[in-house]
C-alpha cells in the first residue's frame, strides 16, 4: 500500500500544512485506506514526497501521537495505533452566548478532536425554550451532546438550570453527554465535565494577586445585575469572600458609568467587555497613570488583552475544549475543574 496515493495537500488553503497532514491521515482511517498496524513514512521520507519542512511533519506526527492515532517503535518507524476510535461521531454544540470567550472554547474543542468527528454549533442565548427545542428536535441524533448550561430568569438574572431543563438533559444518555464551563450538581451519573468553580476561582486569583492587589485602597466590581446575558452570582460571593478575608474596602457596580468619580487608589474588577472600555477610556481622559494611580483587572483573558497589558482574571479556554475533545476520543468519563489564573500585566 502506498499511503501518498491517499494523503492530499493543498497547497492554496490557509489550512497549516501539519493540520492537513493531521486530518488526512485520521480520515483515510475512517475511510479504511489505513488499518491498524499499517506502517506510514518517515518524517524524512513525508516531507521529502511534499516538499515540506521536517518540523511540519515532525508537528503532524507530534499530534497523532499524542492522541494515539499512531505509535512509534524505535529503530522500525510509525505504525496505525487504533481505528476504533477515529471513526466518525456527530456532535452537537450547544453555546449559551456567540461570545469571544465560548468561541475560543468552541474552536479549541475542533482543533483537538480534528477530523474525527462533524459538529454541529447551535446558539441558544440563555433562553430556556430555545434550548429546550433544540434538544427535543435533536434527540437521538448525535453521538454526543455538548451543553455549556447558562440560563436567565424572567427577569434576566442568572441561573444554572431550571426543573425543564434538568428534566430535558437528564434524557440524555451519559456516554453521550458533556458538561462544560458550569456544573450542574443535580444530573446525577457518570459522564463529561470540565468546569470552572466560579466562587473559588475568583477567590483564590485575588488570593495569588494579593501583593499588588493590597497596594490599593478600594476594590471595586462591576457585575450586571441584570443582562441580556448573566453573569453567576458565585463569581460576586468569590469576590466578597477575598475582601471580607483579606478587610479590603469595596464597592460593588451595576456597571461602569459614563461619568464615573475616580480616585487614586481605585482597582476595579470589570466582567463585561464595554465596562473595561468605558473604564479606561475614563481613566485616561482624566489623566490618571493606568496601573499606577488606578488599577484595572478584566475578568476572562483575549489576546487583544494581552496586547493592551491589562491584567485578568481567567479561566483556560483552550484547555477546556482540549479537554473535553481528548476525553470523548479516549472514551473517558469524570469531572475535570479547568484552570484559572491571575495573569499579571500593567494594569495593576
Request: charged share 30%; aromatic share 12%.
Amino acid at each position: 500500500m502506498n499511503i501518498f496515493n491517499f494523503i492530499k495537500i493543498n497547497e492554496s488553503s490557509r489550512v497549516p500544512k501539519y493540520r492537513q497532514i493531521v486530518d488526512s491521515i485520521i480520515y483515510n482511517i475512517s475511510a479504511g485506506n489505513l488499518k491498524m498496524d499499517d506502517k506510514i513514512p518517515s518524517i524524512n521520507r513525508f516531507s521529502e514526497e511534499y516538499l515540506l519542512s521536517r518540523d511540519t511533519v515532525e508537528k503532524a506526527y507530534s499530534i497523532l501521537r499524542e492522541r494515539k492515532v499512531i505509535i512509534s517503535i524505535r529503530g522500525k518507524g510509525y505504525y496505525i495505533a487504533r481505528t476504533k476510535l477515529i471513526s466518525k461521531v456527530n456532535i452537537l454544540f450547544l453555546i449559551n452566548k456567540l461570545s469571544s470567550y465560548k468561541m475560543r472554547i468552541y474552536n479549541s474543542f475542533i482543533d483537538s478532536i480534528g477530523g474525527t468527528a462533524h459538529t454541529n454549533l447551535f446558539i441558544y442565548h440563555c433562553e430556556e425554550e430555545l434550548f429546550l427545542n433544540l434538544l427535543e428536535k435533536n434527540r437521538n441524533a448525535y453521538d454526543y451532546y455538548v451543553i455549556m448550561p447558562h440560563f436567565k430568569t424572567e427577569k434576566l438574572k442568572h441561573t444554572s438550570y431550571t426543573p425543564e431543563v434538568i428534566k430535558a438533559i437528564d434524557q440524555i444518555p451519559k456516554e453521550k453527554l458533556i458538561i462544560m464551563d458550569n456544573p450542574v450538581s443535580e444530573i446525577k451519573g457518570n459522564y463529561i465535565e470540565t468546569y470552572q468553580d466560579f466562587e473559588n476561582d475568583i477567590y483564590n486569583a485575588l488570593k495569588e494577586g494579593f501583593g499588588k492587589i493590597s497596594k490599593y485602597e478600594k476594590l471595586i466590581i462591576t457585575y450586571p445585575e441584570e443582562s441580556v446575558y448573566p453573569y453567576p452570582k458565585r463569581i460576586l460571593h468569590g469576590f466578597r469572600k477575598f475582601c471580607s478575608e483579606y478587610n479590603i474596602d469595596f464597592e460593588v457596580l451595576d456597571e461602569i458609568y459614563d461619568d464615573m468619580i475616580l480616585k487614586k487608589g481605585d482597582l476595579f474588577i470589570t466582567i463585561s467587555e464595554s465596562d473595561l472600555v468605558n473604564l479606561v477610556n475614563q481613566i485616561r481622559n482624566q489623566e490618571f497613570e493606568l496601573g499606577d494611580d488606578i488599577g484595572v483587572i478584566s475578568y476572562n483573558d483575549t489576546p487583544l488583552k494581552q496586547l493592551l497589558g491589562i491584567t485578568c482574571i481567567s479561566t483556560d479556554f483552550q484547555v477546556m475544549g482540549e479537554t473535553a475533545a481528548r476525553m470523548i476520543m479516549d472514551k473517558k468519563k469524570g469531572k475535570v475543574k479547568n484552570p484559572f489564573h491571575f495573569i499579571d500585566r500593567d494594569s495593576i
